[in-house]
Structures are given as C-alpha cells and as structure tokens.
C-alpha cells in the first residue's frame, strides 16, 4: 500500500468518528455530505478496510476503524501542538480571522487599504483545514461555507454563492458551449468533488456523467486549481468571487460559461471571544471591513 495519505482524509474521518455522523462532520468542516462521504471512501480504498459500518441516520466505526482512530488522533495532535509551538498561539491584542484557504486569499487584495485606515488593528489569519477543537487559539472571526438553508441564529449571511467553469485564456477560444468543456481535463477539489456534476447537470449535458466521474487531476483547494488552470493543465467549476477575484490580479484564466447557484453561502459564525471593550470595537471593525468585501464583490 502507498504510505501517503490525504491529511484532509484523516481529519475528515477523525471528524466523522468523534460526531457519529457524515452530516455532522459535513457541518463542521464546512464540506457537503457528499465530499465527506467520497473521502471516507477514499480513505478505505487506500487502506483497503472499511471504516465505518453505514446507517440510515448515524455512522459507526467497523472494529478496524476503531483500531485506527486513536493513532489518528494523537497524530492530529501532535500536528497541532507542533504548529503552535513553532509559530505562536498569543494572540493578545491581535484579531484572529479564521477562513479556508480560498477566501483568506480572495480578502488579500483589499487587505492594503484597511491596513492604511486601521494600522493599529493587528491581524492574524488561520486556515479552516485543521479545525482542531484541542487548540486553546480563541478564533474572533470565524467564516464559514455552508448549505444556505441551514443558517442558524448564531450565523449572519455574507453571501450566497455561484460556480462557473474556468480554463486557461489560451483554452478559452475553443471553449464555445458546454459540451467543448467537456472534452477537456477535469481538475477536481477534494471536498467540492461533486462541483462538477452540479454544474454540469445545470447545463443538461450528457456528456456529464463521463467528466464528473472521470478523476485523473486533484487538488485539495480553489487556489491551487486556480494555479494548475492558469498554466493549462485542464479546466475547474469554482466559486464565482474566487474565479473574477483571481481575474482581477492577473491569473491568466477565463469564465467560461454562465454562473449557476451552489445552494451554498458564507456565513460570519458567532465565535468565543474576550469582554474587553477596546477589543470588541477592533473586531466589529474588521467585521464590517468583511462584510463590504463580500457585498462589493
């Protein structure tokens, strides 16, 4: 067997193991049901036993997954403790935003001028890969991606989201109609694996099946599949705002094709955080600061 393993596997099968579920894991990763579900099958496959006995409702762990989870989980702690030992956990006086590695990405741009009118408001960005609940990091701004039905009272909406295919500007000439999509290579995300299919089964083309289903090229985020489009290595369905944001600063990629719905949005998730007033007024700061980028985008 091929001793390299998906980390993104082995904290989505910690995830499901802990909840007891593939819904509830879907909810704290901030993936769907259905890419935690091929990445526990990924996750069999390369080990070649199965994990976790299925159930209408629930999930439970198989006595080989059972075997498993502990060394899982002592792994994901050491990795977290050695991350924070080597790069800090003080985050006095400094606001933590956490997001996925696309959206802390897509901000960048506009970080220039809110450092200009706030230069005295500290920042510190996390990603959301490694959402590890031993990490005593209290998180002031927590952005998250989720099903747009399932907003809760704790949540307030940034946005509602859109995919769209990209391939590089060269490829773009040839890319007249959905079926010339089709003819290309398929760059797939873990964790919007079924990205493609959506897309495509919008468009009604039935050529569909064969690219969603057809995985020869991964990667596990938007800004590498930003990267891999650019240099024509095949084509991505993405989120809209990573697609033109990526437009904007120079990527030579192109839309090729109409926006459709993903059904999913980013939400502002109500966090822990310090009383200290001066504190709470920095945050709010910030806050507004995110909001304007997603409502002006």
Known sequence: ?????????LRTFEAAARLSGFSAAARELGLTQVAVSQQIKSLETKLGHDL??????????????????????????????????????????TIVVRASIAVLSWLTPGLHCFRQQHPNIKLKFVTSIWPDPIDTQKVDIDIVLMPSHKQAESSEKLSDEYIVPICSEQ?????????????????????????????????????KTNV???????????????????????????????????????????????????????????????????????IEVVKEWIRSEFANS
């Open 52 to 93: 976790f006995v299925r159930h209408p409702k629930k999930v439970q762990l198989t006595e080989a997954g059972k075997a498993y989870l502990p060394s899982v989980r002592e792994a994901l702690e050491k990795l977290s403790h050695a991350t924070y030992g080597l790069f800090g956990s003080d985050t006095n006086q």
């Open 171 to 207: 490829a773009a000439e040839n890319i007249l109609t959905p079926n010339d999509l089709c003819e290309q290579q398929a760059v797939h995300i873990v964790g919007y694996d079924d990205h493609w299919s959506l897309y495509l089964n919008h468009v009604d083309q039935g050529t």
């Open 1 to 9: 067997m091929d001793s390299n393993l998906n980390l993104n596997w």
């Open 212 to 282: 969603a289903s057809s995985i020869s090229l991964q990667v596990d985020t938007s800004v590498l599949a930003c990267e891999l489009v650019a240099s024509g290595n095949g084509c991505a369905v993405l989120i809209e705002r990573f697609a033109r944001r990526s437009i904007e600063v120079g990527k030579a990629i192109r839309i090729v094709g109409e926006p459709i719905p993903l059904q999913q949005s980013h939400f502002l998730v109500k966090t822990e955080t310090g009383n200290e007033k001066s504190v709470s007024a920095e």
